[in-house]
Protein backbone atom coordinates (compact mmCIF):
# COMPACT_ATOMS: atom_id res chain seq x y z
CA UNK A 1 0.00 0.00 0.00
CA UNK A 2 2.98 2.46 1.27
CA UNK A 3 4.06 1.63 -2.70
CA UNK A 4 0.82 3.01 -4.23
CA UNK A 5 1.16 6.07 -2.16
CA UNK A 6 4.76 6.41 -3.06
CA UNK A 7 3.67 6.16 -6.74
CA UNK A 8 0.76 8.24 -6.45
CA UNK A 9 2.33 10.97 -5.07
CA UNK A 10 4.84 10.63 -7.59
CA UNK A 11 2.85 10.62 -10.25
CA UNK A 12 0.79 13.65 -8.71
CA UNK A 13 4.07 15.42 -8.66
CA UNK A 14 5.22 15.19 -12.42
CA UNK A 15 1.89 16.81 -13.19
CA UNK A 16 2.53 19.60 -11.02
CA UNK A 17 6.05 20.06 -12.01
CA UNK A 18 5.34 19.59 -15.47
CA UNK A 19 4.59 22.16 -18.28
CA UNK A 20 3.24 21.00 -21.90
CA UNK A 21 3.98 22.74 -25.27
CA UNK A 22 1.41 22.42 -28.00
CA UNK A 23 3.19 23.67 -31.09
CA UNK A 24 0.10 23.73 -33.42
CA UNK A 25 -2.52 24.65 -30.65
CA UNK A 26 -5.26 26.13 -33.14
CA UNK A 27 -4.81 23.14 -35.82
CA UNK A 28 -7.49 20.24 -35.94
CA UNK A 29 -6.16 17.95 -33.14
CA UNK A 30 -4.28 20.93 -31.05
CA UNK A 31 -7.68 22.27 -30.38
CA UNK A 32 -8.61 19.54 -28.87
CA UNK A 33 -5.36 18.83 -26.96
CA UNK A 34 -5.57 22.30 -25.30
CA UNK A 35 -9.22 22.11 -24.63
CA UNK A 36 -8.89 18.68 -22.78
CA UNK A 37 -5.58 19.66 -20.96
CA UNK A 38 -7.26 22.52 -19.68
CA UNK A 39 -10.12 20.20 -18.34
CA UNK A 40 -7.84 17.88 -16.60
CA UNK A 41 -6.37 21.17 -15.24
CA UNK A 42 -2.70 20.57 -16.69
CA UNK A 43 -0.26 23.46 -17.35
CA UNK A 44 0.33 23.91 -21.01
CA UNK A 45 1.13 26.29 -23.60
CA UNK A 46 -0.69 26.69 -26.46
CA UNK A 47 1.63 27.50 -29.57
CA UNK A 48 -0.29 29.54 -31.95
CA UNK A 49 0.91 31.42 -35.18
CA UNK A 50 -0.53 34.75 -34.49
CA UNK A 51 -0.82 37.39 -32.08
CA UNK A 52 -4.26 37.65 -32.64
CA UNK A 53 -5.14 33.71 -32.07
CA UNK A 54 -2.37 33.59 -28.87
CA UNK A 55 -4.73 36.77 -27.28
CA UNK A 56 -8.12 35.19 -28.10
CA UNK A 57 -7.02 32.15 -26.46
CA UNK A 58 -5.38 34.29 -23.06
CA UNK A 59 -8.75 35.75 -22.88
CA UNK A 60 -10.26 32.10 -22.14
CA UNK A 61 -7.51 31.25 -19.55
CA UNK A 62 -5.03 29.76 -21.78
CA UNK A 63 -1.11 30.40 -21.23
CA UNK A 64 -0.50 31.34 -25.10
CA UNK A 65 2.44 31.88 -27.52
CA UNK A 66 2.78 33.01 -30.46
CA UNK A 67 5.73 30.56 -32.22
CA UNK A 68 7.17 31.28 -35.70
CA UNK A 69 8.72 27.95 -36.63
CA UNK A 70 11.38 29.64 -38.44
CA UNK A 71 12.10 32.31 -35.96
CA UNK A 72 14.62 31.25 -33.28
CA UNK A 73 13.29 34.03 -30.66
CA UNK A 74 10.12 33.07 -30.52
CA UNK A 75 11.09 29.55 -30.40
CA UNK A 76 13.08 29.74 -27.33
CA UNK A 77 10.30 32.09 -25.34
CA UNK A 78 7.69 29.71 -26.46
CA UNK A 79 9.96 27.00 -24.46
CA UNK A 80 10.33 28.98 -21.22
CA UNK A 81 9.31 27.12 -18.76
CA UNK A 82 8.65 23.88 -20.71
CA UNK A 83 9.67 20.44 -20.26
CA UNK A 84 7.38 18.22 -22.37
CA UNK A 85 6.22 18.90 -26.43
CA UNK A 86 3.21 18.07 -28.79
CA UNK A 87 4.89 18.19 -31.52
CA UNK A 88 2.82 18.93 -35.06
CA UNK A 89 3.96 20.92 -38.14
CA UNK A 90 1.80 21.95 -41.19
CA UNK A 91 2.70 19.39 -43.90
CA UNK A 92 4.59 20.99 -46.46
CA UNK A 93 8.18 21.05 -48.13
CA UNK A 94 8.69 23.33 -44.89
CA UNK A 95 7.70 20.64 -42.68
CA UNK A 96 11.25 18.76 -41.80
CA UNK A 97 13.09 22.58 -41.64
CA UNK A 98 10.06 23.51 -39.04
CA UNK A 99 10.80 20.30 -36.60
CA UNK A 100 14.62 20.49 -37.08
CA UNK A 101 14.46 23.64 -35.16
CA UNK A 102 11.92 22.51 -32.46
CA UNK A 103 13.59 19.36 -31.90
CA UNK A 104 17.23 21.74 -31.56
CA UNK A 105 15.52 23.64 -28.74
CA UNK A 106 14.07 20.59 -27.25
CA UNK A 107 17.75 19.20 -27.09
CA UNK A 108 19.03 22.41 -25.53
CA UNK A 109 16.33 23.05 -23.05
CA UNK A 110 16.23 19.34 -22.05
CA UNK A 111 12.91 18.23 -22.91
CA UNK A 112 11.72 15.48 -21.11
CA UNK A 113 9.21 14.19 -23.08
CA UNK A 114 8.21 14.49 -26.28
CA UNK A 115 4.78 13.32 -28.49
CA UNK A 116 4.51 13.05 -32.37
CA UNK A 117 1.75 13.64 -33.90
CA UNK A 118 2.53 11.45 -37.53
CA UNK A 119 0.75 9.91 -39.96
CA UNK A 120 -0.49 6.07 -41.00
CA UNK A 121 1.34 6.10 -43.84
CA UNK A 122 4.68 7.24 -42.71
CA UNK A 123 6.49 4.06 -43.58
CA UNK A 124 4.67 3.38 -46.37
CA UNK A 125 4.97 5.80 -49.39
CA UNK A 126 8.09 7.85 -50.22
CA UNK A 127 6.44 11.31 -51.26
CA UNK A 128 5.34 14.50 -49.60
CA UNK A 129 3.21 13.57 -45.83
CA UNK A 130 4.55 9.87 -45.84
CA UNK A 131 8.54 11.00 -46.03
CA UNK A 132 8.56 14.33 -43.88
CA UNK A 133 6.38 12.59 -41.21
CA UNK A 134 9.09 9.36 -41.56
CA UNK A 135 12.05 11.68 -41.75
CA UNK A 136 10.84 13.21 -38.19
CA UNK A 137 10.45 10.18 -36.62
CA UNK A 138 13.76 9.50 -37.28
CA UNK A 139 15.51 12.59 -36.03
CA UNK A 140 13.34 11.91 -32.78
CA UNK A 141 14.25 8.64 -32.18
CA UNK A 142 17.78 9.61 -32.33
CA UNK A 143 17.37 12.58 -30.33
CA UNK A 144 17.33 10.99 -26.80
CA UNK A 145 14.31 12.59 -25.69
CA UNK A 146 12.01 9.82 -24.63
CA UNK A 147 9.22 10.23 -27.18
CA UNK A 148 5.83 9.00 -28.31
CA UNK A 149 4.63 8.79 -31.81
CA UNK A 150 1.25 8.53 -32.68
CA UNK A 151 -0.11 7.93 -35.94
CA UNK A 152 -3.09 9.05 -37.03
CA UNK A 153 -5.33 7.29 -39.75
CA UNK A 154 -7.58 9.45 -41.98
CA UNK A 155 -9.51 12.80 -39.76
CA UNK A 156 -13.03 12.43 -39.81
CA UNK A 157 -12.22 16.63 -40.00
CA UNK A 158 -11.16 16.42 -42.88
CA UNK A 159 -14.47 15.67 -44.29
CA UNK A 160 -15.00 19.35 -43.36
CA UNK A 161 -13.40 19.65 -46.95
CA UNK A 162 -16.33 17.85 -48.55
CA UNK A 163 -18.94 19.87 -46.80
CA UNK A 164 -20.09 22.27 -49.70
CA UNK A 165 -20.25 19.04 -51.42
CA UNK A 166 -21.96 17.19 -48.65
CA UNK A 167 -24.72 20.04 -48.67
CA UNK A 168 -25.12 19.50 -52.36
CA UNK A 169 -25.84 15.58 -51.98
CA UNK A 170 -22.47 14.17 -53.72
CA UNK A 171 -19.02 13.95 -52.48
CA UNK A 172 -15.89 12.07 -53.34
CA UNK A 173 -12.33 11.70 -51.59
CA UNK A 174 -11.26 9.36 -54.49
CA UNK A 175 -11.73 5.71 -55.47
CA UNK A 176 -14.87 4.14 -53.64
CA UNK A 177 -13.86 0.87 -52.91
CA UNK A 178 -11.03 1.92 -50.21
CA UNK A 179 -11.96 1.16 -46.83
CA UNK A 180 -10.80 3.27 -44.35
CA UNK A 181 -11.08 3.30 -40.29
CA UNK A 182 -11.83 6.94 -40.14
CA UNK A 183 -10.56 8.38 -36.34
CA UNK A 184 -12.12 11.92 -35.04
CA UNK A 185 -9.11 14.10 -34.29
CA UNK A 186 -11.30 14.65 -30.37
CA UNK A 187 -9.89 10.72 -30.05
CA UNK A 188 -6.45 11.60 -31.74
CA UNK A 189 -6.34 14.53 -29.18
CA UNK A 190 -7.11 12.27 -26.06
CA UNK A 191 -4.70 9.30 -26.57
CA UNK A 192 -2.23 12.33 -27.44
CA UNK A 193 -3.46 13.46 -23.49
CA UNK A 194 -2.69 10.40 -21.96
CA UNK A 195 0.72 10.10 -23.50
CA UNK A 196 1.48 13.71 -22.88
CA UNK A 197 0.68 13.29 -18.66
CA UNK A 198 1.19 9.50 -18.16
CA UNK A 199 4.13 7.18 -17.67
CA UNK A 200 4.41 3.83 -19.91
CA UNK A 201 4.44 5.46 -23.41
CA UNK A 202 7.87 6.44 -23.63
CA UNK A 203 9.69 4.53 -26.88
CA UNK A 204 6.21 3.75 -28.33
CA UNK A 205 4.42 3.72 -31.68
CA UNK A 206 0.85 4.06 -31.81
CA UNK A 207 -1.00 2.96 -34.55
CA UNK A 208 -4.45 4.78 -34.31
CA UNK A 209 -7.26 3.89 -36.28
CA UNK A 210 -10.85 4.61 -35.84
CA UNK A 211 -13.59 1.62 -35.10
CA UNK A 212 -15.10 1.16 -38.06
CA UNK A 213 -13.80 0.56 -42.00
CA UNK A 214 -15.89 2.25 -44.29
CA UNK A 215 -15.58 2.57 -48.12
CA UNK A 216 -17.04 5.62 -49.67
CA UNK A 217 -20.36 4.78 -50.21
CA UNK A 218 -20.52 3.55 -46.59
CA UNK A 219 -19.73 6.95 -45.41
CA UNK A 220 -22.12 8.27 -47.53
CA UNK A 221 -25.27 6.03 -46.27
CA UNK A 222 -24.13 6.75 -42.48
CA UNK A 223 -24.65 10.76 -43.53
CA UNK A 224 -27.68 10.03 -45.37
CA UNK A 225 -29.09 8.21 -42.16
CA UNK A 226 -28.08 11.02 -39.72
CA UNK A 227 -28.83 14.12 -41.79
CA UNK A 228 -32.40 12.63 -43.03
CA UNK A 229 -31.87 13.31 -46.62
CA UNK A 230 -29.58 11.22 -49.61
CA UNK A 231 -26.03 11.84 -50.22
CA UNK A 232 -24.30 9.71 -52.47
CA UNK A 233 -20.61 8.73 -53.05
CA UNK A 234 -19.26 9.54 -56.26
CA UNK A 235 -16.58 6.76 -57.54
CA UNK A 236 -13.93 8.38 -59.15
CA UNK A 237 -10.08 7.04 -60.42
CA UNK A 238 -7.21 8.25 -58.78
CA UNK A 239 -6.66 9.43 -61.79
CA UNK A 240 -9.74 11.77 -62.08
CA UNK A 241 -9.46 12.69 -58.47
CA UNK A 242 -5.64 14.42 -59.00
CA UNK A 243 -7.23 15.93 -61.75
CA UNK A 244 -10.14 17.46 -59.38
CA UNK A 245 -7.21 18.53 -56.75
CA UNK A 246 -4.99 20.13 -59.95
CA UNK A 247 -8.42 22.27 -60.98
CA UNK A 248 -9.07 23.21 -56.85
CA UNK A 249 -5.55 25.39 -57.65
CA UNK A 250 -3.57 23.01 -54.82
CA UNK A 251 0.10 23.31 -54.76
CA UNK A 252 1.77 20.41 -56.94
CA UNK A 253 3.64 18.86 -53.85
CA UNK A 254 0.00 17.82 -51.96
CA UNK A 255 -1.64 17.12 -55.21
CA UNK A 256 1.23 14.42 -56.12
CA UNK A 257 0.50 13.45 -52.28
CA UNK A 258 -2.72 12.90 -52.41
CA UNK A 259 -2.90 11.12 -55.54
CA UNK A 260 -0.07 8.62 -54.41
CA UNK A 261 -2.18 7.58 -51.30
CA UNK A 262 -5.20 7.64 -53.42
CA UNK A 263 -4.08 5.39 -55.70
CA UNK A 264 -2.98 2.89 -53.31
CA UNK A 265 -5.89 0.37 -53.23
CA UNK A 266 -5.68 -0.60 -49.87
CA UNK A 267 -4.32 1.70 -46.29
CA UNK A 268 -1.25 -0.43 -45.36
CA UNK A 269 -1.19 -2.28 -42.15
CA UNK A 270 -3.91 -2.77 -39.37
CA UNK A 271 -6.51 -1.08 -39.40
CA UNK A 272 -8.11 -2.24 -35.67
CA UNK A 273 -8.64 0.22 -32.93
CA UNK A 274 -7.29 -2.08 -30.53
CA UNK A 275 -4.65 0.38 -29.66
CA UNK A 276 -7.14 3.74 -29.46
CA UNK A 277 -9.13 1.66 -27.16
CA UNK A 278 -6.28 0.01 -25.02
CA UNK A 279 -4.94 3.74 -24.45
CA UNK A 280 -8.53 5.08 -23.75
CA UNK A 281 -10.59 2.10 -21.75
CA UNK A 282 -12.83 3.05 -24.45
CA UNK A 283 -13.70 2.68 -28.12
CA UNK A 284 -13.26 5.63 -30.24
CA UNK A 285 -16.52 7.45 -31.71
CA UNK A 286 -17.59 6.24 -34.44
CA UNK A 287 -18.59 8.73 -37.91
CA UNK A 288 -22.69 8.92 -37.14
CA UNK A 289 -21.31 10.21 -33.73
CA UNK A 290 -19.68 12.70 -35.60
CA UNK A 291 -21.81 13.54 -37.67
CA UNK A 292 -24.37 14.21 -35.15
CA UNK A 293 -21.81 16.19 -33.10
CA UNK A 294 -21.25 18.29 -36.41
CA UNK A 295 -24.72 18.56 -38.19
CA UNK A 296 -25.24 22.09 -38.93
CA UNK A 297 -21.77 22.22 -40.79
CA UNK A 298 -22.85 19.15 -43.41
CA UNK A 299 -26.99 20.64 -43.60
CA UNK A 300 -27.45 23.24 -46.18
Not at 9 to 31: C, F, R, Y
Not at 193 to 213: F, I
Request: avoid cysteine.
Amino acid sequence: MAKENSMTKENSMTKENSKILISAASGKVGQHVVTQLAQKEVSARAGVHSQAKASALRETGVDAAVLDFESPESITAAFKGIDTLFLVTPGSPDQGRYEDNLLAEAKRVGLRRIVKLSGKIADHHTVGFSKWNREAEQKIQQSGIPYTILRGNFFMQNLFGSATQIKQGAFTAGPAAKRVALLDTRDIAATAVVALTEEGHAGKTYDLNGPELLDGYAQAAVFSSVLGRPVKYLDVTADAFVGQLKSFGLPPWMVEAFGVAAADPEIPGDQSSAEVERILHRKPGTLEQFIKDYRTVFQP
